[in-house]
Structures are given as C-alpha cells and as structure tokens.
C-alpha cells in the first residue's frame, strides 16, 4: 500500500500527516512502526518566514492553543514545516528513522522546483506554476 500527501502549512496544522497514518491503519491494517516515509522538497525554516504568512497571521492563535506558545518548530520565527511533520508522524508511531527527508528548500532550489514564495519576491506568482505528483509500487517479479 501506498500513499501520497501534499502538506503544507493548513495541512500539518490540521494534522494531515496523522490522519494519514490513521488511514493506512483503519483501511489497510498497516502498523505505523513499518511505515516508510519520504519528504520531499519544500520550503524550509530557512525561508518560512511566519512573520510574513498571511496564513500564519489568521491561524497563529489556534496554532499556538494547539502546539504550544513556543513550540521548538516556529519559536524562532521561521516555520520548520519537515521537522513539524516529522514530530508529527512519530507522534502518531512511525519510527523517525523511517522517515527519510530529501532536505531541499525550494526557495534555496528555485531553480530546480517551483516555489510559491519566491515568485513572490520575483513577482511572478501570476504566473505562479503547478506541478504532478506520481507515486506507485513496482510489481516484483515471482520466484
């Protein structure tokens, strides 16, 4: 069984990642200690500025009344949004070293990835991009 999230600041917030894991439970029977989880490219605490988030500022009530007023994730000023998943996803019984993060920033890689933060400070998020996402499995041939 496989399964593919996109989380980004709502997402961790409303606990996405554990629901996730909820998920492969309830409807797979999968245990989470044998969960492999990969993350991958996304805006890190080196750029997520939450002083500047616009989602921030009208959730930064509910999210502190839920994490925590200094939360080692944001207490800094920057969103660790990897780090907080990953805080998640141990919470919820993966095992941390069954997490594997890609650690590349996509402001730092804009180059590589899109990021919806630095178009907009090159001004360019009219043109703002998308992307895909594919996951599977690749059938194993039988002995």
């Known amino acids: 069984v496989c399964g593919i999230a996109h989380i980004g600041l709502v997402g961790a917030v409303n606990q996405l990642a554990i629901r996730m ?54 207490k800094d000023g920057f969103f660790h949004l990897p780090e907080f998943i990953t805080w ?6 993966v095992r941390a070293t069954h997490v594997s993060d890609l650690g590349s920033c996509t402001v730092c890689q804009a180059d590589r990835f899109f990021s919806h933060v630095q178009a907009g400070v090159t001004g360019t998020q009219e043109r703002e991009g998308r992307f895909g996402s594919l996951i599977g499995m690749r059938k194993t041939p039988s002995s």
């Open 21 to 74: 894991v909820s998920l492969m439970k309830s409807e797979f029977g999968v245990e989470p200690r044998r969960l492999e989880v990969a993350i991958l490219a996304s805006i890190r605490g080196c750029h997520y500025n939450i002083e500047r988030s616009g989602v921030w500022k009208r959730l930064q009530r509910s999210i502190k009344e839920l994490y925590g007023e200094e939360n080692q994730h944001y």
């Open 88 to 93: 998640q996803l141990v919470s919820a019984g």
